[in-house]
């Protein structure tokens, strides 16, 4: 009788599994794919701690009554005319209220009033025993956003800049402004592309580094771009880049394209442009996209290129595909790789930056639920994530500039580049988050591959990676530690000035940026991150020379081009470059 309820029992769970996803999912679309179980734990953890912890409470009310009479004298001092030291300075980075306008009175108390508010939750948020770090910085950010959405400088009432530029535009900027809202409503309702992101087009004044498709797959395009040198160094050059990025990232345009840069110093570059996964591709997973993704195109490349080893390079979660792909090649003895470089790519996810805000058990299989349905992750929610960790410049400068101000900013080729927003397949994304986010399974020896565990200690092949000092996606420090992971590897490390993409795309030439370096040998001690800011070299100007000269002195002597593809066999070439997905919405 148990054996023939069975059936009935599971047919009941798996509906009541499918019942809880669509929920999730439509409920998803309301909260931009914040779980609320996620925000409600972490809210409730910091109130019952707060709540049972009588000396903190009494800090705070001491702390808010201080700052209450530090404002009530600068108030009164401003209304009687003196000019008082201010309470509050805004933190590091925050420019709102830079402008000379903001110290003039009534607009000065406005913003030390917000300040004075933004410091005591910071003191609220922090520092309570008993609250997991993660629900902490959940709450703390939590209340920033809603603090930032009411900052004096987002109403036109309260902006001294705002108000100006109303006066002595008689009301036009308001007008043009909500126009600009108007138009950019519309746009996001039919899901077109941000105001000026027409004028940027994929081959026509970005990708256009010229080259040929020479291999297709499922999941992927394989590019080979045509050399612009009568020699080349015999060792190819292979580029993974992320599969949540569209690859022209690296090859923007003429000027600003690492690709055209590579080729120009004769190196035979191959680029991996990756297909827009769609609701098919629901099943695809991770240890897909590294044989049918990393490996087939390295097959293809050696082929084109036989009898050399091949100089590799990942960008971001690219980079960290290419590590897995590196540490089974090395256990399965497969020494078909010159080099590694890593481009703001992390191996170990236990600081993975501000991120980290939105992936819990709970945040996962929230986001789990909203790709079952269709079966991607889309690209607006990734980006609607991004611009929560920025907000303040993202989204409340935008509302100021083009709605208040009534102006619009040019759009630049990387603003154009990240509007050409990607989807995740499901299972792949959910392995990400899981395997690598939430336990960390490379770094300790946990991730299988072909059902035996892989090792990234294995890789022994010379890596040179980048770091960038804004970056919240992949925090230098993070991406340092594959100094302390590569205990047998010769590895550089470069710092450079930008954020994830901006300072990755940092052409020579570029004005002020500064860079610096430091390489470890094998059986050199480890050297702490801190101990790296104090011994590396620093220099002016771009990253780029100084990486490129590294391929070049782990590079052969000079010899004539490869041909595009091969005239006859498997990776024939198929059509021009930027081929075929990567003009996929």
Known sequence: MVHSLMPEFEESEREALTADRLFN??????????????????????????????????????????????????????????????????????????AEQWQRFPYDVLEQGFLLTQQWWHSATTGNRGVTQHHEDVVNFLGRQVLDFYSPSNFLATNPEVLEETLSQG????????ANLLEDTERTISDRPPVGAEDWKVGE??????????????IMELIQYQPTTKTVYPEPILICPAWIMKYYILDLRPGKSLIEYLVSKGH????????????????????TYRREGVMDALEAVTTIVPERKVHTVGYCLGGTLLMLAAATMARDGDDRLASLSLLAAQADFTEPGELELFIDESQVTFLEDMMWEKGYLDGAKMAGAFQLLRSKDLIYSRLIHDYLMGKRAPVIDLMAWN?????????????????????NDFVEDRYDVGGQPIHIGDIQVPTFAVGTEKDHIAPWRSVYKINRFLPRADVTFALTQGGHNAGIVTPPGH?????????????????????????ATEQQGSWWPEWEQWLRERSGSRVAPPSLGQSEGTYQPLTEAPGTYVLQS
Request: proline share 7%.
């Open 25 to 98: 999912a439509g409920l998803g679309r309301y909260t931009q794919g914040l779980s609320p179980a996620a925000v409600s734990l972490a809210t409730f953890d910091w109130a019952v701690h707060l709540a049972t912890h009588p000396g903190k409470q009494f800090a705070l009310m001491d702390e808010a009554m201080r700052n209450a009479m530090r404002y009530n004298a600068y108030v009164f001092s401003r209304m009687t005319g003196t000019c008082p030291e201010p309470c509050a300075k805004p933190w590091p980075g925050d420019d709102r209220f830079s």
């Open 171 to 178: 009301g036009a900027n308001l007008v043009q402004g909500f």
């Open 205 to 218: 004044n970005l990708a256009v580094t010229p080259g040929k498709v020479v291999y297709r797959n499922r």
């Open 268 to 287: 035979t570059v191959f680029v991996i442009s990756w297909k827009n996964p769609g609701s098919e591709d629901r099943d695809l997973g991770m240890d």
């Open 419 to 439: 509007a050409d927003t990607t989807r995740l397949p499901f299972r792949m994304h959910s392995e990400y988050l899981r395997d690598l986010f939430l336990n």
């Open 511 to 535: 004005p002020r940026r500064i860079y610096r370096s430091l390489a470890r040998r094998y059986g050199d001690p480890y050297v702490p991150s801190h101990v790296f800011l104090e011994k």
